[in-house]
């Protein structure tokens, strides 16, 4: 089981390193929270390393705090009748945890990490107070939600409309989006093609069909456990237009 108070907590390397750090992604918490509060957020974390295929967070655990992603990139799963399904990769800026460290109630999903990560866990407790004394943050939390719900409802509706080439483009291209504000050219995405799979709801050799056609395409290359983004906006057309075909 991990813990936030393990040997893995680095109680002061990079620690100016990240308060000086300015340029989260925009779609994230951390850049979107007020700067006087993401800063007495950063404070109070404290920092634990993990490294890739670490869990971060495991689903039915009742632990109570939250870990605000500071390098690196994680994906979130969970099991359901023993098969495990990736529903979401998370990049610096994002928060995971957050609703097990707000109601208590056991963790709905696994997070493990999918590089090298660095993380600022803090308390529950210190998590509610931030939030009590500063409604802007407890409203972005809120919209933080409800941009996760989103994502996972147009999931459901492209796996009814759309055919497995443009719904992995789709999703893809999804992923790029949240993180292209970032200077990273092209844009690396963590998953391997299994995983990547379950987010899109097809068989392995489906999708890596679709990924040789992106390829072919010129929008992404293939990596090991990954994908790269190297046409953002063919990759968005394409899957745009395909999605228009009767």
């Known amino acids: 089981m991990s813990s936030w108070t393990d040997a893995r907590i680095d109680v002061g390397r990079d620690v100016e390193d990240v308060k000086a750090r300015r340029r989260w992604p925009a779609g994230s918490l951390l850049a979107r929270l007020p700067p006087d509060v993401r800063t007495e957020l950063l404070t109070r974390c404290r920092h634990v390393r993990f490294g890739p295929g670490e869990v971060l967070l ?8 939250a870990y605000v992603l500071l390098s690196g ?30 109601t208590g109630e056991p963790r709905s999903a696994t997070v493990v990490a999918a590089t090298d990560v660095l ?17 802007q943050a407890a409203w972005e939390v809120v919209r933080t939600q409800a941009h996760r719900l989103e994502w996972a409802n147009q999931r459901r509706v ?4 759309r055919r497995a080439t443009p719904r992995v483009a789709r999703v893809l291209a999804d992923l790029a989006r949240d993180i292209a504000s970032s200077e990273e050219r ?3 995405i963590e998953l391997s093609q299994r995983e990547l799979a379950t987010i899109v709801g097809a068989a392995l050799n489906t999708v890596e069909n679709a990924l040789r056609q992106l390829a ?31």
């Open 58 to 65: 495991r689903q039915g655990d009742t632990d109570r705090h």
């Open 73 to 102: 990139a994680v994906t979130v799963r969970v099991v359901d009748d023993g098969i495990e399904a990736v529903l979401a990769v998370r990049r610096p800026g994002d928060i995971v945890g957050e609703l097990a460290a707000l």
């Open 158 to 161: 492209d796996f009814v409309s």
């Open 186 to 188: 092209p844009i690396r």
């Open 216 to 246: 072919r395409k010129g929008f992404i290359e293939r990596r090991y456990r990954a994908v790269l983004i190297t046409d953002l906006a063919g990759l968005t057309g394409f899957a745009d237009a395909e999605s228009e075909k009767p």
């Open 119 to 135: 993380a600022g866990a803090v308390s529950g407790s210190a998590f509610v107070n931030i939030l009590t004394r500063h409604p």
